[in-house]
């Protein structure tokens, strides 16, 4: 069909941008063609006017005369209502009809005061205008037939040999009936420049208009309603075609060849895999209208391209191991990087439906598989994607279609097509993604996105379902919830693609420089990074030895505790013989994952006690303190005030003391109920001469009470340092996470000077490669307390002697590193609970040395020189026997101060199962010594940094830390035999067989060494505090003898603390990354609580 249009005048300079139509676009009906096809009618009723004739008058509002067809007219006037407004009958009759209008003096229309007010210039009626076709050839031919636009528009660009134009595309959404794509052309040849207008419904014809070089072209209305439209084009003079793009989407002529790459071989190969018109319609449509679908089928043909003979490789017969070449790795990582970010743009303003965003996502999904060449699995996405598609166009267009309940069968196969669970529990798994080809850290995006699919999975089920069985959510709302649900876990897949994507960029680039280089994303590291990527013009780049595990049930479950232990998601250290321990071997735990320790620890939320966080000041370290670290633990935490049930079991807290607009999520587990349990042991302890606590993490942790953990209360979910500090930030363009990436060393400028200044970070990357990454500012070490002194071992930062014996030049000699180690044994005892009790809650007891020695005076100063002289020549240190005597004469200090000694032992209480109580309710009571004076090792024991470095935390090699834990266990043995608590539990472990009720030292003592295992809370390997008492770092983290680098982790505190570490080493990283910022030259940038 014919269209021509009287081409306006201008109606943006040269110099206007896309934003400048998009005000103008929609704001007013400019033309209806129903009214226009009466008036025709009306016209050649008149007497004496045959249609023959109509169409020569038409025919000269052209300068060029042209000639049109009376089957022209004929299909104008037979369509519908809304149709035929770019039809050239359309057009000429409106020019011809308001000619009339001056002929007969009347005053203007409606329709052409309307055009007017848009364009103000008026039209323009005397330069010649042509036809252009737009091909990908060196010249763009003119054309004054109509009859090869079909092929043109229906995306036939086959033809593209020599310079192709480039295309710049801005793309309204479709919404409000919107089906017009405006595209914005630049080329050279005799043709000048043509605009192309596309019916992104694609299974009908497409209508090609133009207008003259340096015009302006304006669209109306399709099925969807009237539109006003305008795009500008701009002169071959100022066509530039090394200048980036104007618009949101460039395509250079690579990205066309892939383009059309993907329309005349990749999608005519998946019409086996689905009908015809899938390809042809729905994708193609989604590929002109979603710049999100542009770019991935871009990197899908990228990848596909060159691999022979597609159709076996499809079915399956031949497997590829092709090499692709950096460039074309870089060039499809980048189109998956812009697909993705697209995706969770579009997402997250709402501006796609669910069945587009499905087969986006779909789409997605399809693309990473071609990068792997994993085309047998693409496929089969691919194929259940164009199903569901279809079933959710039905329920869109409005047809029949099985009620809610099949939209439920539908999202649960949408989770099929992208690789998920469905919902029904036999519901077979996902095709194992096969990768004969591998990008650099492609192998770890397998699983990482593997992760992404079971978190997925179990928010969608656990919703879906939990609104089903409610009685309160009728049918259509839960609908709603699920699609709710659905779009939520979309976006949050989206911007673990674009974060990963970015990590796997960053692998091209590595020689560019970061500002910070953090080692280690674990409960410190990524804390730290979050802070400082706050600050948009400054890069961090994080390096994690492990992967992601948010979606890893032992590690999501908060009642799945030492499940994740011994897993691959732990270092599994191991200690050394423990001499004083019967030569026991004990096993150390670390996570390593992202998250580090976080992932797997007890998620116990204790802080430390007020008086010891002061003695970090009375060591020397200025701005340290409890009064100055205390906005620090609130501008961390997200608390979440206790339930209704929740307070009537126990829960309690002071607002005080508590942060609500931080990242972490602390709070009452959601398996904490009502129950009699807790009054219990709460009224034997009482009657023991415990206190009851009403908020332990108020500074003083001392009495009995129900503690919170580091929770996602809501969601029944573990709260790490990934899910806090990571996850919801990952699409910061400055924030880079390298995954399986060991840190080996830091790496250092060549100096004389006597402060050393690193230059970056060796690492080993995940496909084994060792590179290095450069840090500009500062490298932060936050391994740790068992990884950051090895680390700084490997980079020359230690001991001489230490060092020489595995030929490590000495950059910064400080005997510190990995001395001073502290660590808690720990022991319990378990019993069973009778019927009676019920309820499961939480709790804790701290008691202090006076509350269980009674009996036994604590030995006076007069043997802490013994001590320290035993600790000396145990360890054989450099450093001095009254370096230690000092340090251990602070803690005995803390110990026996007055009126309030800080607790020295603690006793943690759990049940299970974890709801209700019965004859198998279980009762478990783990006690440790929390400030033992026993000090170990760890130091490197190779330079290959793959080697374990040795651990000794020497447990019980001061008799003292023996004596009391022996004491410790009476206590609880005194607790388990007291009333109330006696007539409901039947001991089990150890029961009077083995250790009767008037046991000797001897015989608790045996029982203590046998049974205990360390408690995985090591500090103070790399110590802030002075130099000359073994300090590593000074009060701004920075270690001694150099100029930018910091270690941010539960090394540096100096001394145990009576709570549990994660509370204290996010409060530590938080102000930490305000010391570097200040020091930075920044604002002043304080704790916000």
């Not at 299974?203 to 669209?219: H, R, Y």
């Not at 560019?512 to 600050?535: F, K, Y």
């Not at 295992?1013 to 073994?1030: D, F, Q, R, W």
């Amino acid at each position: 069909m014919r269209k021509r249009t009287s081409a306006p005048r201008r109606l943006m300079g040269s110099g206007g941008s896309m934003e400048d139509w998009r005000k103008i676009a929609g704001t007013s009906p400019l033309i209806k063609p129903p009214g226009f096809r009466k008036k025709i009618s009306a016209y050649l009723a008149e007497p004496g006017i045959t249609q023959a004739g109509f169409l020569r008058e038409v025919a000269k509002t052209y300068p060029d005369s042209r000639k049109i067809q009376s089957k022209v007219l004929d299909d104008f006037l037979s369509k519908g209502a809304s149709a035929g407004s770019t039809s050239v009958v359309f057009y000429s009759s409106y020019v011809f009809f308001e000619k009339m209008r001056i002929r007969d003096r009347k005053p203007k229309s409606k329709h052409r005061l309307e055009m007017e007010k848009l364009h103000p210039h008026g039209f323009e009626t005397q330069t010649t205008r042509q036809l252009c076709d737009m091909y990908g050839e060196r010249a763009v031919h003119t054309k004054t037939s109509t009859r090869r636009r079909e092929a043109l528009i229906r995306g036939n660009f086959s033809r593209m040999t020599g310079v192709s134009p480039t295309l710049q595309e801005e793309i309204r959404p479709r919404r409000d009936g919107m089906h017009v794509l405006h595209a914005q052309a630049a080329g050279t040849g005799p043709g000048g420049f043509s605009v192309i207008q596309f019916d992104l419904n694609l299974a009908k014809k497409l209508e090609f208009c133009t207008c003259e070089p340096l015009g302006q072209l304006e669209a109306k209305t399709m099925r969807g309603g009237p539109i006003a439209m305008a795009v500008h084009i701009a002169p071959a003079s100022d066509y530039d075609p090394s200048s980036p793009p104007n618009s949101s989407i460039g395509m250079s002529i690579q990205e066309l060849r892939s383009v059309y790459f993907f329309k005349n071989v990749t999608a005519p190969t998946l019409i086996t895999w689905h009908k015809c018109n899938f390809w042809n319609s729905h994708v193609m449509s989604l590929a002109f209208s979603e710049p999100s679908v542009r770019h991935a089928i871009i990197a899908m043909s990228v990848a596909q391209e060159h691999m022979s003979d597609v159709y076996d490789v499809i079915q399956g017969d031949v497997q590829i191991h092709e090499s692709v070449t950096e460039a074309r790795k870089k060039f499809a990582l980048e189109h998956y990087t812009k697909s993705v970010a697209l995706l969770a743009k579009c997402i997250g303003e709402g501006g796609a439906g669910i069945q587009e965003t499905a087969m986006i996502n779909c789409i997605i999904f399809v693309t990473y598989n071609f990068m792997c060449a994993d085309l047998n699995t693409a496929m089969s996405h691919l194929r259940s994607g164009g199903k569901i598609y279809d079933k959710w166009d039905k329920v869109r267009r409005g047809a029949k279609y099985g009620g809610e309940a099949s939209l439920d069968v539908d999202l649960a196969s949408m989770f099929k097509i992208l690789g998920l669970y469905a919902l029904e529990d036999d519901s077979p798994q996902p095709t194992p993604l096969e990768q004969y080809h591998t990008f650099p850290n492609l192998s770890n995006a397998k699983w990482s996105i593997e992760n992404l699919i079971a978190e997925g999975t179990s928010h969608f089920r656990d919703g879906s379902m939990r609104s089903f069985n409610s009685p309160d959510n009728p049918p259509t709302r839960h609908v709603q919830e699920t699609e709710n649900a659905y779009h939520y876990k979309l976006k949050q897949w989206a911007f673990d693609f674009e974060s990963l994507v970015y990590s796997i960029n960053r692998e091209f680039t590595v020689e560019e420089q970061d500002e910070i280089t953090s080692l280690r994303g674990g409960t410190a590291g990524l804390a730290v990074a979050n802070r400082l990527s706050e600050i948009s013009s400054m890069s961090v780049a994080v390096i994690e030895a492990g992967d992601k595990v948010f979606n890893n049930p032992n590690v999501t479950n908060p009642n799945a505790f030492t499940v994740a232990l011994e897993t691959s998601i732990d270092w599994q250290y191991s200690t050394t013989n423990q001499t004083h321990a019967d030569g026991r071997i004990m096993p150390y735990h670390s996570g390593k994952a992202l998250g580090g320790t976080s992932t797997i620890n007890g998620m116990t939320y204790i802080r430390a006690e007020k008086s010891q966080i002061n003695t970090w000041g009375v060591l020397g370290n200025e701005g340290w303190s409890w009064d100055e670290l205390l906005p620090y633990y609130k501008k961390s935490e997200d608390f979440s005030i206790p339930t209704l049930a929740q307070a009537a079991s126990g829960a309690t807290y002071d607002p005080d003391y508590h942060g609500e607009a931080g990242p972490l999520k602390v709070g009452f587990t959601y398996g904490t109920l009502n129950g009699s349990l807790f009054d219990i042991v709460k009224a034997t302890w009482n009657g023991l001469g415990i206190p009851t606590n009403t908020d332990l993490n108020g500074g003083q942790v001392r009495g009995i009470s129900v503690f919170p953990s580091t929770v996602d209360r809501d969601a029944n979910l573990r709260e790490d340092a990934a899910k806090a500090y990571y996850y919801p930030f990952q699409s910061r363009p400055n924030l880079f996470v390298f995954l399986n990436t060991t840190a080996n060393k830091i790496v250092w400028e060549e100096t004389t000077d006597a402060e050393k200044i690193a230059s970056g970070v060796q690492v080993a990357l995940a496909n084994g490669t060792l590179t290095t990454l450069n840090a500009k500012r500062e490298v932060i070490v936050s391994a740790g307390s068992l990884r950051s002194p090895a680390i700084l071992e490997l980079s020359g930062v230690g001991n001489p002697d230490i060092l020489s014996k595995f030929n490590i030049p000495c950059i910064v000699p400080l005997p510190g590193v990995g001395e001073n180690l502290q660590e808690q044994p720990n022991n319990d005892f378990a019993g069973f609970l009778n019927t009676t009790q019920n309820g499961s809650v939480p709790y804790v007891t701290y008691a202090s040395l006076p509350d269980f020695l009674p009996s036994l005076s604590l030995p006076n100063r007069t043997v802490l020189p013994l001590w320290a002289n035993k600790i000396a020549n145990s360890l054989k240190t450099s450093l001095p026997t009254s370096t230690i005597l000092h340090l251990l004469t602070i803690q005995y200090d803390l110990l026996t101060q007055q009126p309030n000694p800080v607790p020295d032992a603690e006793i943690l209480f759990a049940s299970t199962p974890s709801y209700g109580a019965g004859p198998s309710t279980l009762l478990v009571t783990a006690f440790w010594l929390l400030l033992p004076f026993s000090r170990g090792n760890i130091h490197i024991q190779s330079s290959d940094p793959s080697v374990y470095p040795a651990i000794n935390p020497n447990f019980f090699l001061v008799d003292f830390d023996l004596e009391v834990t022996v004491e410790l266990a009476r206590f609880v043995r005194r607790f388990w035999t007291s009333e109330p608590i006696a007539g409901f539990v039947q001991m089990i472990s150890p029961d009077f067989r083995v250790i009767g009720q008037n046991a000797t030292d001897e015989v608790w003592g045996s029982w203590v060494k046998e049974n205990f295992v360390g408690n995985s809370h090591p500090i103070a390997t790399a110590a802030m505090m002075p130099k000359e008492l073994g300090g590593v770092v000074d009060a701004r983290l920075k270690v001694y003898g150099t100029v930018n680098v910091r270690v941010v982790d539960a090394s540096v505190m100096p001394f145990q603390v009576s709570g549990h570490l994660s509370s204290t080493v996010y409060a530590i990283a938080e102000k930490a990354a305000d010391m570097i910022k200040e020091d930075m030259g920044g604002d002043d940038y304080t704790a916000e609580v």
